[in-house]
């Protein structure tokens, strides 16, 4: 008695004969897993439109990694984002964004994620930087980030670097139709320990593409099996940050979105909007 379990989150709308991919969620969520909601899953019109979008953010993340050079500001970045987006018939996303007030976000050194450009910070050589840039066209949302090493850096600090990368790399390749989200934590975060490094906890990635933040929130930590279960058509981003010492984060009082370690050591982040398909991840920002 009591059928408690029949809200499901998949559902299949009255009067639409159920494809195989329906009975095949049906039967996972009736399983007990956390099936994602069917208006999750996006129409080759949706795709094509966030791929779209993801190939004017990868030609501005390109810009910035032809311009960005020791001496200039932050500010200026912004302007290079802003510039391209606008001439590009796009909309840099986070510019208002619950109340941001630019068009990327800068992030050097200890900032973990969210730096606000400014005409006062100036790059210099040895510094780590990440540029992460959304992009709205035609109402599609692609977001992506990336690291630049400005000049020469440290030993530790590129292997902070390389190691982010790596780790991206192998949560995308951790993800698997009919897998679960936490597979792509786990692989993460193995590969962050390895190196004696630490993956943040407080943010995660998330669904993108017809809104900014979406389901599932994409955890780089976590236990295989754990979180949401992947389906085809599923969009969402991959963006671990990697800390050199401990995972713990704060936000600078001072502008309330800055995210800065804890220990203020250095920080490295890097992040692509993704579609899952039939065999895995195709990345839609390059
Ligand atoms: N692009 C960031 C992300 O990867 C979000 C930045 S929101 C902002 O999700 F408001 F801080 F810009
Ligand atoms: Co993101
Ligand atoms: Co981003």
């Not at 050589?125 to 630049?148: H, K, P, Q, W």
Request: with cysteine.
């Amino acid at each position: 008695m009591g059928m408690f379990n029949n809200r499901k989150r998949w559902r299949v709308p009255a009067g639409v004969e159920p494809t195989e991919l329906d009975k095949k969620v049906m039967a996972f969520e009736s399983r007990g897993a956390l099936v994602p909601k069917r208006s999750l899953i996006r129409t080759p019109e949706e795709i094509e439109g966030i791929r779209k979008s993801g190939v004017i953010n990868t030609a501005i993340l390109d810009l910035v990694g032809e311009k960005i050079h020791a001496g200039m500001s932050t500010l200026e970045i912004d302007e290079i984002v802003h510039t391209y987006t606008i001439e590009h018939g796009a909309i840099p996303a986070t510019l208002g964004y619950e109340g941001y007030p630019k068009s990327v976000c800068t992030s050097i050194n200890e900032v973990v994620c969210h730096g606000i450009p400014s005409a006062k910070e100036i790059l210099k050589e040895g510094d780590i930087i990440n540029v992460d840039c959304t992009t709205i066209l035609d109402g599609y949302y692609a977001d992506a980030s990336r690291m630049f090493v400005i000049g020469k850096t440290t030993p530790q600090k590129q292997k902070l670097v390389d190691v982010a990368k790596e780790c991206l790399e192998i949560g995308m390749a951790a993800a698997k139709p009919f897998g679960f989200v936490g597979d792509i934590g786990n692989a993460i975060q193995q590969h962050a320990h390895k190196y004696g490094f630490s993956v943040v906890r407080d943010l995660c990635g998330h669904g993108v593409g017809i809104k900014f933040h979406d389901d599932p929130e994409v955890l780089h930590y976590g236990k295989k099996g754990t979180g949401m279960l992947l389906v085809p058509g599923m969009v969402f981003t991959i963006e671990p940050m990697v800390n050199m010492g401990t995972w713990k984060v704060f936000i600078d009082s001072a502008d309330g979105w800055t995210v800065i370690t804890e220990d203020e050591l250095p920080s490295a982040q890097w992040e692509h909007t993704f579609l899952m398909t039939e065999t895995g991840l195709e990345i839609l920002t390059h």
